[in-house]
């Protein structure tokens, strides 16, 4: 009898743990999903410089694109007012939200901060 209840003692405790694990990576990916689409979409933004229009694209995987060039490089940070992906020669692109959508991008290349509009 003793054996039967440790044995569902056992396998209630080790139920618990796998589910609550479960439960928070679940927690946890929803949260990154819901950061990741605050930043999703398209939009304009004007250089100050030689004043011409560019189109910045954000997609579902968060990979850039401006004008419909591709940007290699990797996201080093997520978070709920900024999105900052490193380019393939080291500089950061960082893209600033505010509670609702992205409101500004930063390119380290140039040391500028462009707003953005909703394309």
Do not use: C
Not at 36 to 51: L, N, V
Not at 89 to 102: C, L, S
Request: hydrophobic share 35%.
């Amino acid at each position: 009898m003793k054996k039967g209840m440790y044995a569902l003692l056992s396998a209630s405790v080790i139920g618990g743990i796998i589910g609550g694990s479960m439960f928070k990576r679940k927690k946890k990916h929803n949260a990154i999903n819901s950061l990741k689409d605050k930043f999703i979409g398209t939009w304009y933004f004007s250089t100050t410089k030689q004043k011409h229009k560019h189109l910045l694209k954000i997609d579902e995987n968060l990979n850039l694109s401006i004008d419909n060039s591709s940007i290699q490089g990797s996201i080093v940070e997520l978070s709920q007012y900024r999105l900052v992906m490193r380019d393939q020669y080291g500089y950061q692109i960082t893209v600033q939200a505010n509670e609702e959508h992205p409101i500004s991008i930063l390119d380290e290349t140039d040391d500028e901060i462009y707003s953005l509009k909703k394309a």
